[in-house]
């Protein structure tokens, strides 16, 4: 149990719809971030928060956008879903938003979204 | 982040010694050498991680060759529970590192 929790656990929207989904960072992570999972694929970077900034974005377009709260949790939202946006969706905390050798992130146990 | 290859799948038996392979021949010096894990429908998980040293710890161990070429991640005594799919990601750390690039893995099935 890494203690990072997402909700919800499913979703389905249909294309053209906006969504929401929601982080709980590890007790004392201040640093969220939230990775893409296609079926069959590893993990893809989206974005990372650390202290209610953006701090570095991946291969994403604008439509994907994010929030981190003052108690550092954090949503993912997406607008204008299109069908490749079918995946499961993660969220990692970590304790510092660059990484020393012996920090690691953790991730919740994600969020399948269905675009349908 | 350098690029790794791996074995797309990997068989084991219960209670034998898992060697899972990974390829970072671009390698840079100050990169480190990451593996996760992912069981079925959860997040990726923390295995081990090293930069030269061989190391260990309560799940595995880390073989990086001489050259930083290449890495075996070992299981000691595979179990039922060690079936997932097994990421290297060959990494940096310090300022600006703030992602994990992820490849497709290896998937390893622990044989009963």
């Known amino acids: 149990e890494t203690g990072v929790t997402q909700s919800p656990t499913h979703l389905i929207k249909t294309r053209g719809q906006q969504v929401t989904l929601r982080c709980s960072s590890q007790?004392?992570?201040?640093?969220v971030s939230w990775y893409q999972q296609a079926l069959g694929q590893g993990p893809q970077f989206i974005f990372q928060y650390y202290r209610e900034e953006e701090n570095g974005r991946g291969n994403f377009p604008p439509r994907f956008s994010g929030l981190q709260f003052p108690n550092y949790s954090s949503e993912l939202n997406v607008n204008a879903l299109e069908l490749d946006d079918s995946a499961l969706y993660l969220c990692a905390s970590s304790p510092r938003p660059d990484r020393g050798p012996a920090d690691t992130q953790y991730f919740g146990p994600g969020t399948r979204l269905t675009v349908l | 982040d350098a690029k790794t290859t791996q074995p797309t799948s990997m068989d084991c038996a219960e209670g034998r010694a898992a060697n899972l392979p990974c390829n970072h021949s671009?390698?840079?010096?100050?990169?480190?050498v990451y593996w996760y894990r992912q069981i079925h429908s959860q997040g990726p998980q923390y295995i081990i991680h090293g930069l030269k040293n061989n190391e260990t710890n309560e799940m595995a161990s880390l073989i990086i060759t001489e050259d930083r070429k290449s890495s075996t991640l070992i299981l000691p005594h595979a179990t039922l529970r060690d079936t997932a799919v097994y990421y290297c990601i060959a990494s940096y750390s310090g300022a600006g590192s703030y992602q994990l690039t992820f490849g497709k893995g290896t998937k390893l099935s622990v044989i009963p």
């Open positions: 007790s004392g992570h201040n640093t």
């Open positions: 671009t390698i840079s010096g100050n990169e480190y």
